[in-house]
């Protein structure tokens, strides 16, 4: 139910995407998604949905989007927030054995834009 509700504000936000995109990207094995849920209700609020790229120590940001009526009151950014988060988890310092000192990481989240809004 939460990922419906997810796909619906995707479809919103975006309407030119298509229906037969958005399901194949929320609904996907590959994709991972983090909601914004009201404290209430469980209304789904805003969501980002990501892809691991675990060869390159990336994410990519499929889609991120705010329910219309919530838009600039920061919600999106709080979301991007807690992916870099996520991705700060799955790949932790790595030690080095002889002096134990945390290797410096770099991790990437990748995004890409269009002119649909």
């Not at 509700?5 to 590959?30: C, E, M, W």
């Amino acid at each position: 139910m939460t990922l419906t509700s997810l796909r619906r504000i995707y479809a919103s936000t975006i309407p030119k995407f298509g229906v037969d995109n958005l399901k194949h990207l929320v609904y996907g094995k590959q994709l991972s998604s983090i909601v914004a849920l009201k404290n209430c209700t469980s209304q789904v609020l805003a969501g980002v949905t990501y892809r691991f790229f675990d060869a390159l120590k990336a994410v990519e940001v499929c889609l991120c989007a705010t329910s219309p009526k919530l838009q600039r009151m920061g919600i999106g950014l709080r979301l991007m927030y807690e992916l870099r988060a996520v991705l700060l988890d799955k790949y932790p310092d790595e030690a080095t054995s002889d002096s134990q000192q945390s290797i410096n990481r770099t991790c990437l989240i990748v995004t890409s834009a269009d002119r649909y809004h």
